[in-house]
């Protein structure tokens, strides 16, 4: 699917209810969908009546009151979408994994450069509402110096093989969904130097007739610090025992943990750990009621974020050089799986033209 966006037109929540995407976001609102699917868009249609429906992007690009692209459609495809959209003169938001081949990596940074359109990938994780805490509570210090980063995305994949048959043989696990943790170590150690990873094959992999599913990677940042960042997408998850998405910070002086599917943000004190648990107060807002329902929330606040350092021409992250740089750590992680060998990242930026 791609959506279009724009910035709102006044509104009264109390006598627009209905528009759930409109409460979420201030400064953007959607104007435009677009699926070559039939049934996607009347699914769409259903819920937001107001909007512009195509099964042809160009006709979603030539629109006027398209001001940002949001891309989410299968992975190999992101890079000709994203040129497309810059292009016509459009900023992007592009889901992760940005792309997925060094080749698109450089067509698309190429292309960002010349027409001067701006990115941010879409990296939901960041923006739910557990990993903002642990944000916030980072950059006031709290666990002191980051000395490590262990971040993990697990789950079990066999409804994603029946639903998006493309993920198994246009992509790899590394870009689909070790992007989470990969950009999650990314987020906290800067630029990464060189990784070692290990790579398997599930059963479930064998079965659907994917490449590794199963990847253990350690990455070492310009300054010598450590993430380990994990993905397993045939296991059988125990979601009592470790959620979807964890992310480990070590610090000097604490430590502490943000999880996805729960809510949960937890974290030394002089008092003893705290576990905050917002999840009671939140759902409506993240899960539009059903308790653990994909990303409403996360990609509003993406959207909204990145809305607003447009206007206010401001700085955001992860924008375009940073995702290219996130991608060449993921294609990193991929040589060193199948070598079994240490890969530095300098050729790989080098190749991209960073
Ligand atoms: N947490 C997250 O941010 C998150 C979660 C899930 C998926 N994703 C990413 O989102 C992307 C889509 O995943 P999905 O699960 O929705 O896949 P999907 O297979 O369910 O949907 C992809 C859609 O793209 C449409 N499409 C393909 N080419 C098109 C074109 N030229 N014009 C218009 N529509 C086109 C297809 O018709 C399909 O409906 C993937 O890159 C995936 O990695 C991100």
Same mark, same amino acid.
């Given at each position: 699917m791609l959506v279009a966006l724009t910035q709102p037109v006044p509104r009264d929540p109390a006598t627009d209810p209905r528009d759930i995407g409109r409460l979420r976001t201030t400064h953007v609102r959607a104007v435009a969908g677009c699926d070559l699917r039939e049934e996607k868009i009347a699914a769409a249609r259903a819920v937001c009546p107001d909007l512009f429906y195509t099964t042809r992007y160009e006709e979603m690009l030539a629109r006027r009151d398209v001001d940002i692209v949001c891309i989410y459609t299968p992975d190999h495809l992101h890079g000709q979408h994203i040129v497309q959209a810059f292009e016509a003169g459009k900023h992007v938001i592009c889901t992760k994994p940005l792309v997925n081949s060094l080749d698109d990596a450089r067509r698309v940074l190429e292309a960002g450069r010349r027409t001067g359109r701006k990115l941010m990938v879409g990296q939901s994780t960041r923006f739910f509402e557990s990993f903002r805490r642990q944000r916030? @509570?980072? &950059?006031?210090?709290?666990? =002191?110096?980051?000395?490590?980063?262990? /971040?993990? %995305?697990?789950?079990?994949?066999?409804w994603y093989y029946d639903k998006s048959p493309w993920a198994a043989t246009t992509t790899d696990w590394a870009f689909l969904c070790l992007s989470h943790p990969v950009d999650l170590v990314r987020w906290y150690l800067g630029h990464i130097v060189e990784v070692h990873a290990l790579g398997y094959r599930s059963s479930l992999a064998?079965?659907?007739?994917?490449?590794?599913?199963?990847?253990?990677?350690?990455?070492?940042?310009?300054?010598?610090?450590?993430?380990?960042?994990?993905?397993?997408?045939?296991?059988?998850?125990?979601?009592?025992?470790?959620? @979807?998405? &964890?992310?480990?910070?070590? =610090?000097?002086?604490?430590?502490?943990? /943000?999880? %996805?599917?729960?809510?949960?943000?937890?974290?030394?004190?002089?008092?003893?750990?705290?576990?905050?648990?917002?999840?009671?107060?939140?759902?409506?807002?993240?899960?539009?009621?059903?308790?653990?329902?994909?990303?409403?929330?996360?990609?509003?606040?993406?959207?909204?974020?990145?809305?607003?350092?447009?206007?206010?021409?401001?700085?955001?992250?992860?924008?375009?050089?940073?995702?290219?740089?996130?991608?060449?750590?993921?294609?990193?992680?991929?040589?060193?799986?199948?070598?079994?060998?240490?890969?530095?990242?300098a050729p790989l930026l080098a190749e991209v033209g960073l």
């Open positions: 916030r @509570a980072f &950059e006031r210090g709290e666990i =002191g110096a980051l000395e490590f980063v262990d /971040a993990h %995305y697990i789950h079990r994949m066999d064998q079965k659907y007739g994917a490449g590794f599913d199963i990847y253990a990677a350690n990455l070492r940042s310009s300054d010598g610090r450590i993430g380990r960042a994990m993905g397993h997408y045939g296991l059988h998850d125990l979601p009592s025992a470790r959620n @979807a998405i &964890e992310l480990m910070l070590y =610090g000097s002086q604490g430590t502490s943990m /943000a999880q %996805y599917h729960d809510m949960r943000y937890i974290h030394t004190s002089p008092d003893g750990d705290i576990i905050e648990d917002p999840l009671y107060g939140k759902r409506a807002y993240y899960f539009n009621n059903e308790v653990h329902g994909m990303h409403y929330g996360e990609f509003a606040n993406y959207a909204e974020y990145f809305a607003e350092a447009l206007l206010e021409d401001r700085p955001y992250s992860p924008d375009l050089e940073e995702g290219i740089e996130t991608i060449c750590v993921l294609e990193a992680i991929r040589r060193s799986a199948h070598s079994g060998q240490p890969v530095q990242l």
